[in-house]
């Protein structure tokens, strides 16, 4: 099944276009991870991906549900407020520097949107919690406060804080840009892990290595526009397009 | 006088001061949040409207403001006003006057969340209310505390502003003994009285900063 679907998208700032026509699928259990130099898009593309920022023009689908649709005029045309607060549901986003709440607890970030916007039951919420904190071997730091956590622990409850709405489809933006290089390796643990499990993932990374092992399917951005998809072996290890050529060269392989 | 009839005259004039404190601080810390909000607004009309009294409030001084609020509705629409009419002014204007400078004080602390706050709030699926009082406000409250401990402390002092309309909070009844008695005294009592207040609610607002210390 397609979890997701985004069809032509267009999005510009002012004067600049950030996107041109970017289409893409992401089927139920896929990873996709998205790679490219700084300025290519591809955060736009996650943003816009996941509402934070609205679309100019294009389709954005999520299971078979059309968040945004393309109107007469060929501009978007977003769903009702109810409809797209049902299909925001379908999806959770992991930042790249955490934006965890800092006056909630581990396990109070991680329990908040349950209780408070799911109306789950206080009990039912914590085993919840509790769970996933176990999951991100965190077990130990669920009444600590974010700043009391390293940035890769800090990381690590963002992700179970995302995972607590049991989203489709998980999207993580740049999840280690923001940690020291000995911590990245934590949080890719989790990330494989999460694959392991054919959690759905869009993952715009700039680890390169982490990209060809965990992804189904790579996509190289620049200037707004897919340069190149396909398979990691093929994209990572035997790019075709110049462009991907040489920004892939600039990394170890 | 004896210094016992001093001190009573002198703490019934407290009692006032205490009561204009309280009840500004109970109108003026959320009037000034719909203030704030006023002055956000992305309605141009609105937003401006609130600007140009957050500058008036700002530009002219308190005791005149005091003034215009207690003559003003004989001299400019020739309405009597009972004497009780002379506290309530005094509460009116210190309440639109503080709340212009916490307005102000609570703008610059919701601008200082940094935007993935609402973003990781909106992905979450918090609405703007939810998002505002459950995940900003707190943070706000904390970052917000030490000017509005100064606010508070100026607002002590300034209840003594009240005596231009012949209130008789502490100034005052202290001006009049003082003048009565041809002494300097009930002055330097009722510096100690500012000074004490003062030391109590600065302590309680250590004591609040205190508390919203177990998060960063």
Same mark, same amino acid.
């Given at each position: %099944?397609? *979890? ?46 996941? %509402?934070?920022?609205? %679309? ?9 549900? *059309? ?22 549901? *379908? ?9 965890? +709440?800092?006056? +909630? ?93 054919? %959690? ?54 | ?35 704030? =909000? ?48 002379? #506290? ?11 709340? &212009?400078?916490? &307005? ?27 998002? =505002? ?55 330097? &009592? ?6 004490? #207040?003062?030391?109590?609610?600065? &302590?309680?607002?250590?004591? #609040? ?8």
């Amino acid at each position: %099944m397609k *979890y997701l679907e985004i069809r032509n998208l267009r999005k510009s700032f002012g004067n600049l276009t950030v996107i041109k026509d970017i289409s893409l699928t992401v089927e139920e259990g896929q990873v996709v991870a998205i790679i490219g130099p700084s300025g290519s898009g591809k955060s736009t593309l996650l943003r816009c991906a996941t %509402m934070l920022e609205t %679309m100019d023009a294009g389709e954005l689908i999520y299971l078979g549900e *059309y968040a945004v649709r393309t109107g007469p005029d060929g501009k978007a045309v977003y769903a009702s407020p109810k409809d797209l607060k049902r299909i925001q549901r *379908y999806y959770s986003l992991v930042f790249q520097d955490f934006n965890l +709440f800092p006056h +909630f607890s581990v396990i109070k970030n991680v329990t908040d949107a349950l209780i408070t916007i799911q109306k789950m039951s206080k009990e039912e919420a914590l085993a919840i919690g509790r769970d996933l904190l176990r999951k991100m071997s965190l077990s130990d730091k669920e009444n600590a406060y974010p700043y009391q956590l390293s940035g890769g622990q800090q990381q690590r409850v963002s992700i179970a804080r995302a995972l607590a709405l049991s989203p489709k489809v998980l999207f993580f933006d740049e999840p280690t840009s923001a940690l020291d290089p000995e911590l990245t390796g934590e949080i890719l643990k989790v990330i494989r892990d999460l694959a392991a499990e054919r %959690m759905t993932m869009v993952i715009v990374t700039h680890e390169m290595s982490f990209a060809r092992d965990v992804a189904d399917h790579v996509i190289f951005m620049d200037g707004g526009v897919i340069v190149e998809e396909g398979p990691p072996e093929a994209v990572i290890n035997n790019p075709q397009n110049e462009r991907t050529q040489a920004f892939l060269s600039r990394f170890e392989r | 006088m004896e210094w016992s009839v001093m001190l009573r005259e002198l703490a019934e004039g407290m009692l006032t001061s205490v009561e204009i404190f309280t009840l500004t601080l109970l109108f003026s810390l959320p009037l000034g949040l719909l203030v704030a =909000f006023g002055r956000m607004s992305k309605n141009f009309l609105l937003r401006n409207i609130i600007k140009i009294y957050i500058s008036i409030m700002r530009g002219t001084p308190l005791m005149l403001q005091l003034m215009v609020v207690y003559f003003g509705p004989y001299y400019i629409f020739g309405i009597r006003l009972p004497q009780s009419y002379r #506290f309530t002014a005094v509460i009116i204007s210190f309440v639109i006057n503080y709340a &212009a400078y916490f &307005a102000e004080i609570y703008r610059a602390g919701i601008e200082s969340i940094p935007l993935g706050q609402y973003e990781a709030a909106k992905v979450l699926g918090y609405s703007n209310a939810q998002t =505002f009082v459950r995940i900003i406000l707190p943070q706000v409250i904390k970052r917000i505390l030490p000017p509005v401990t100064n606010e508070v402390i100026t607002l002590i002092k300034d209840t003594s502003l009240a005596f231009v309309i012949a209130v008789s909070e502490m100034f005052t009844q202290a001006r009049a003994i003082a003048s009565a008695q041809r002494s300097v005294a009930p002055y330097v &009592a009722a510096g100690i009285f500012y000074y004490i #207040f003062n030391y109590v609610v600065a &302590a309680v607002m250590e004591w #609040f900063e205190k508390k919203m210390s177990y998060f960063r």
